[in-house]
Protein backbone atom coordinates (compact mmCIF):
# COMPACT_ATOMS: atom_id res chain seq x y z
CA UNK A 1 0.00 0.00 0.00
CA UNK A 2 1.29 3.68 -0.81
CA UNK A 3 1.72 5.52 2.05
CA UNK A 4 0.45 8.80 3.05
CA UNK A 5 1.68 11.45 0.67
CA UNK A 6 1.88 15.43 1.34
CA UNK A 7 2.44 18.24 -1.29
CA UNK A 8 4.22 20.40 -1.83
CA UNK A 9 7.12 19.24 0.12
CA UNK A 10 8.18 22.68 0.13
CA UNK A 11 6.87 25.92 0.11
CA UNK A 12 8.37 29.65 1.11
CA UNK A 13 5.88 32.20 0.92
CA UNK A 14 5.88 35.83 1.79
CA UNK A 15 4.17 37.24 5.11
CA UNK A 16 0.16 38.41 4.51
CA UNK A 17 -0.05 35.53 1.91
CA UNK A 18 -2.11 32.33 2.12
CA UNK A 19 -0.86 28.57 1.97
CA UNK A 20 -2.52 25.81 0.94
CA UNK A 21 -1.25 21.99 1.82
CA UNK A 22 -2.88 18.71 0.44
CA UNK A 23 -2.60 15.37 1.67
CA UNK A 24 -3.69 12.28 0.42
CA UNK A 25 -4.66 9.22 3.13
CA UNK A 26 -3.82 5.66 2.68
CA UNK A 27 -6.01 4.22 0.80
CA UNK A 28 -9.14 3.07 3.18
CA UNK A 29 -8.16 5.51 6.02
CA UNK A 30 -11.15 7.65 6.34
CA UNK A 31 -9.27 9.68 9.18
CA UNK A 32 -6.85 12.51 8.68
CA UNK A 33 -4.95 14.89 11.18
CA UNK A 34 -2.83 17.52 10.73
CA UNK A 35 -0.25 18.28 12.83
CA UNK A 36 2.52 21.52 13.46
CA UNK A 37 6.04 20.74 13.95
CA UNK A 38 8.37 23.51 15.25
CA UNK A 39 11.75 23.62 17.14
CA UNK A 40 10.10 25.20 20.02
CA UNK A 41 6.55 24.28 20.55
CA UNK A 42 7.13 20.23 18.83
CA UNK A 43 4.25 18.52 17.56
CA UNK A 44 0.94 20.64 18.25
CA UNK A 45 -2.27 18.72 16.76
CA UNK A 46 -4.14 21.40 14.36
CA UNK A 47 -7.35 19.52 13.47
CA UNK A 48 -9.11 16.10 12.40
CA UNK A 49 -11.36 15.20 9.49
CA UNK A 50 -13.70 12.03 9.63
CA UNK A 51 -16.20 11.46 6.83
CA UNK A 52 -15.49 15.12 5.23
CA UNK A 53 -16.21 16.09 9.30
CA UNK A 54 -14.39 18.06 11.22
CA UNK A 55 -14.08 15.81 14.37
CA UNK A 56 -11.75 17.39 16.20
CA UNK A 57 -9.82 21.07 16.72
CA UNK A 58 -6.49 21.39 18.61
CA UNK A 59 -5.57 25.21 20.03
CA UNK A 60 -5.00 27.56 17.13
CA UNK A 61 -6.28 30.53 15.23
CA UNK A 62 -8.95 30.94 13.23
CA UNK A 63 -6.59 31.70 10.15
CA UNK A 64 -5.62 27.72 10.08
CA UNK A 65 -8.87 25.91 8.60
CA UNK A 66 -8.89 22.33 6.61
CA UNK A 67 -11.27 20.32 4.85
CA UNK A 68 -11.92 16.88 3.66
CA UNK A 69 -13.35 15.63 0.50
CA UNK A 70 -15.60 12.62 -0.24
CA UNK A 71 -12.01 10.78 -1.27
CA UNK A 72 -10.51 11.35 1.89
CA UNK A 73 -8.29 14.13 0.83
CA UNK A 74 -7.72 16.95 2.87
CA UNK A 75 -6.07 19.97 2.41
CA UNK A 76 -5.15 22.45 5.11
CA UNK A 77 -5.12 26.39 4.32
CA UNK A 78 -3.57 29.17 6.40
CA UNK A 79 -4.47 32.81 5.74
CA UNK A 80 -2.74 35.87 6.62
CA UNK A 81 0.56 34.14 7.11
CA UNK A 82 2.75 35.42 10.01
CA UNK A 83 6.49 34.58 10.28
CA UNK A 84 5.39 32.00 13.32
CA UNK A 85 3.87 30.04 10.65
CA UNK A 86 7.11 28.78 9.54
CA UNK A 87 6.57 24.78 10.66
CA UNK A 88 6.99 21.47 9.32
CA UNK A 89 3.29 20.73 8.55
CA UNK A 90 2.69 16.60 8.94
CA UNK A 91 -0.45 15.04 8.02
CA UNK A 92 -1.22 11.45 9.51
CA UNK A 93 -4.06 9.33 8.45
CA UNK A 94 -5.60 6.44 10.11
CA UNK A 95 -8.59 4.01 9.68
CA UNK A 96 -10.72 5.38 13.27
CA UNK A 97 -9.01 2.88 15.82
CA UNK A 98 -6.44 5.57 17.32
CA UNK A 99 -3.50 4.25 15.27
CA UNK A 100 -2.34 6.77 12.86
CA UNK A 101 0.42 6.88 10.20
CA UNK A 102 2.33 10.12 9.13
CA UNK A 103 3.41 11.55 5.69
CA UNK A 104 6.81 12.76 5.15
CA UNK A 105 5.14 16.98 5.96
CA UNK A 106 5.71 20.05 4.25
CA UNK A 107 8.18 22.14 4.78
CA UNK A 108 6.60 25.77 5.62
CA UNK A 109 8.46 28.88 5.13
CA UNK A 110 7.65 32.20 5.74
CA UNK A 111 9.59 34.72 5.00
CA UNK B 1 -5.71 20.15 29.47
CA UNK B 2 -3.64 16.46 28.79
CA UNK B 3 -0.22 17.04 28.44
CA UNK B 4 3.40 14.55 27.85
CA UNK B 5 6.36 15.33 29.27
CA UNK B 6 9.37 13.54 28.34
CA UNK B 7 12.63 14.30 30.79
CA UNK B 8 15.22 13.55 28.73
CA UNK B 9 15.46 16.28 25.88
CA UNK B 10 18.79 14.91 24.61
CA UNK B 11 20.44 11.35 25.14
CA UNK B 12 23.84 10.30 24.25
CA UNK B 13 24.88 6.33 24.52
CA UNK B 14 27.62 4.30 23.28
CA UNK B 15 26.40 1.43 21.46
CA UNK B 16 25.25 -1.77 23.35
CA UNK B 17 24.27 0.72 26.44
CA UNK B 18 21.12 0.54 27.80
CA UNK B 19 18.61 2.64 26.98
CA UNK B 20 15.30 4.58 29.17
CA UNK B 21 13.68 6.96 27.90
CA UNK B 22 11.17 8.47 30.09
CA UNK B 23 7.30 9.50 29.28
CA UNK B 24 4.74 10.59 31.85
CA UNK B 25 1.28 12.15 31.01
CA UNK B 26 -1.36 14.43 32.59
CA UNK B 27 -4.88 12.79 32.40
CA UNK B 28 -7.10 11.22 34.44
CA UNK B 29 -8.82 8.62 32.00
CA UNK B 30 -8.08 5.95 29.85
CA UNK B 31 -5.57 6.22 27.71
CA UNK B 32 -4.00 5.09 23.99
CA UNK B 33 -0.26 5.79 24.49
CA UNK B 34 2.56 5.15 21.95
CA UNK B 35 6.15 5.87 20.75
CA UNK B 36 6.97 7.11 17.35
CA UNK B 37 10.67 7.59 15.99
CA UNK B 38 11.54 10.40 13.77
CA UNK B 39 15.05 8.80 12.17
CA UNK B 40 16.88 11.81 10.30
CA UNK B 41 15.36 13.09 7.03
CA UNK B 42 12.38 10.06 7.65
CA UNK B 43 8.77 10.19 8.67
CA UNK B 44 7.54 9.86 12.20
CA UNK B 45 7.16 6.00 12.09
CA UNK B 46 5.25 4.00 15.01
CA UNK B 47 7.42 1.82 17.46
CA UNK B 48 5.08 0.58 19.70
CA UNK B 49 1.40 1.09 21.31
CA UNK B 50 -0.48 0.09 24.05
CA UNK B 51 -4.31 0.38 24.24
CA UNK B 52 -5.11 -2.36 26.74
CA UNK B 53 -4.35 -5.72 28.26
CA UNK B 54 -0.61 -6.56 29.26
CA UNK B 55 1.42 -3.36 30.49
CA UNK B 56 4.42 -4.41 29.03
CA UNK B 57 4.25 -3.79 24.85
CA UNK B 58 6.79 -4.80 22.47
CA UNK B 59 7.47 -2.74 19.82
CA UNK B 60 9.62 -3.02 16.41
CA UNK B 61 13.50 -3.03 16.48
CA UNK B 62 14.20 -4.38 20.22
CA UNK B 63 12.30 -1.63 21.82
CA UNK B 64 9.70 -2.43 24.31
CA UNK B 65 7.83 -0.23 26.96
CA UNK B 66 5.85 -0.44 30.31
CA UNK B 67 2.49 1.34 31.51
CA UNK B 68 2.39 1.90 34.70
CA UNK B 69 -1.18 3.59 35.38
CA UNK B 70 -0.49 4.63 39.07
CA UNK B 71 2.40 6.75 37.76
CA UNK B 72 1.11 7.70 34.78
CA UNK B 73 4.02 6.61 33.24
CA UNK B 74 4.78 4.97 29.72
CA UNK B 75 8.95 4.78 29.79
CA UNK B 76 10.47 3.19 26.48
CA UNK B 77 13.20 0.30 26.64
CA UNK B 78 15.88 -0.97 25.05
CA UNK B 79 18.89 -3.44 26.10
CA UNK B 80 21.26 -2.92 23.65
CA UNK B 81 21.15 0.20 21.64
CA UNK B 82 22.49 0.70 18.05
CA UNK B 83 24.24 3.22 15.98
CA UNK B 84 21.22 3.03 13.62
CA UNK B 85 18.79 4.16 16.91
CA UNK B 86 20.00 7.61 16.16
CA UNK B 87 16.64 9.27 16.02
CA UNK B 88 14.29 11.70 17.79
CA UNK B 89 11.47 9.73 20.11
CA UNK B 90 8.19 11.07 20.70
CA UNK B 91 5.74 9.61 23.50
CA UNK B 92 2.30 10.42 22.66
CA UNK B 93 -1.17 9.80 24.57
CA UNK B 94 -4.60 10.18 22.77
CA UNK B 95 -7.85 10.19 25.47
CA UNK B 96 -10.46 7.45 24.76
CA UNK B 97 -13.01 9.53 25.75
CA UNK B 98 -12.94 12.28 23.75
CA UNK B 99 -13.89 12.74 19.75
CA UNK B 100 -11.58 12.00 17.46
CA UNK B 101 -7.99 10.50 17.64
CA UNK B 102 -5.87 13.66 18.29
CA UNK B 103 -2.65 12.32 19.64
CA UNK B 104 -0.62 15.55 22.54
CA UNK B 105 3.05 14.48 22.29
CA UNK B 106 6.07 15.15 24.21
CA UNK B 107 8.65 17.40 23.20
CA UNK B 108 10.60 14.49 21.84
CA UNK B 109 14.29 12.96 22.98
CA UNK B 110 16.89 13.35 20.37
CA UNK B 111 19.14 10.12 21.15
CA UNK B 112 22.46 9.83 20.01
CA UNK B 113 24.26 6.53 19.65
CA UNK B 114 28.26 6.59 19.26
CA UNK B 115 30.39 3.51 17.62
Known amino acids: KAGVTQTPRYLIKTRGQQVTLSCSPI?????VSWYQQTPGQGLQFLFE???????NKGNFPGRFSGRQFSNSRSEMNVSTLELGDSALYLC??????????FGPGTRLTVL | AQSVSQHNHHVILSEAASLELGCNYS??????LFWYVQYPGQHLQLLLK??????LVKGIKGFEAEFIKSKFSFNLRKPSVQWSDTAEYFC?????????????FGKGTTLSVSS
Open chain 1, 49 to 55: YFSETQR
Open chain 2, 92 to 104: AVNAINQAGTALI
Open chain 2, 50 to 55: YFSGDP
Open chain 1, 92 to 101: ASGTGNNEQF
Open chain 2, 27 to 32: YGGTVN
Open chain 1, 27 to 31: SGHRS
